[in-house]
């Protein structure tokens, strides 16, 4: 087992990163929701909006990669040197930039109906290292063990624009321990607790939005770039929805 350095480097603006990604999706729920003006728009998004500590590293990497459906793309490396962590009495959607880590939206609590039906997520999918090849995986190190954080944010309808006027509310964590290999690893989802979610009389009414932050607790280091943490893919399964990539050969 590798433990994180998280020794001290300038302070991040946690808050402000935080936020921007509740606006940047905000934005493109905006757009998508005025122009379809049901719920089958943002059930439909193809871009997510995502945030990493890969983005404080040098370049900018595209991802994109870990939700194209292509676990051959990779994102090359997510860990990065641990800044100050946050304090202790912050929310828990507030990110920690002391800890590596993913944050997306993963859809609604809902599927689209009349009315819309709760629709439970199952299976959280990850491909861990980078999986373009055996030699490429074995190169970069592969997470061991994350922090799988959970969220729920209230859709409000002012006039067909979808706001999201309150903070997230954390859900559900769990610690996962992912095995060193190569293919898909399923994380059974059934800590979420589906009786908190209400029943929605017509869209968006009790309908939320679910974020999901993966924080990388440790990993196996890898042969070439002992702490370049790889990973390939990520993909969430509902009671409705099984994930495309699954059936790919």
Not at 7 to 20: G, I, M, N
Not at 40 to 60: D, F, H, K, P, Y
Not at 135 to 143: I, K, L, M, N, V
Not at 215 to 232: C, K, M, N, T
């Amino acid at each position: 087992m590798q433990a994180l350095d998280t020794r001290k480097a300038s302070k991040k603006p946690y808050l402000a990163a935080s936020a921007l990604l509740m606006l940047l999706l905000l934005a493109l729920v905006g757009a998508m929701a005025k122009a379809l003006h049901d719920a089958t728009a943002l059930e439909n998004l193809t871009t997510r909006n995502v945030m990493s500590s890969a983005t404080w590293l040098s370049g900018a990497p595209d991802l994109q990669l870990l939700f194209d459906g292509r676990p051959e793309t990779a994102l090359p490396n997510f860990n990065h040197r641990g800044a100050h962590p946050v304090s202790l009495s912050a929310p828990a959607w507030v990110i920690n930039p002391a800890v590596p880590f993913i944050q997306t939206h993963v859809g609604l609590t809902h599927r689209a109906a009349e009315p819309p039906v709760i629709d439970p997520l199952k299976k959280l999918w990850i491909w861990s290292g980078d999986q373009s090849s055996s030699q490429a995986f074995q190169e970069r190190a592969r997470p061991r063990r994350l922090r799988v954080l959970f969220f729920r944010q209230r859709l409000h309808d002012f006039d067909r624009e979808y706001r999201m006027m309150d903070a997230p509310t954390l859900w559900a964590s769990r610690s996962v321990e992912l095995e060193d290999r190569m293919g898909a690893q399923s994380v059974d989802l059934g800590f979420l607790d589906y009786s908190l979610v209400e029943d929605s009389p017509g869209f968006p009414a009790g309908i939320d939005i679910v974020w999901v932050r993966l924080e990388l607790i440790d990993f196996y280091p890898g042969a070439r770039y002992p702490h370049a943490v790889a990973l390939s893919e990520i993909a969430f399964e509902t009671e409705s929805r099984r994930p495309a990539v699954l059936d790919n050969p």
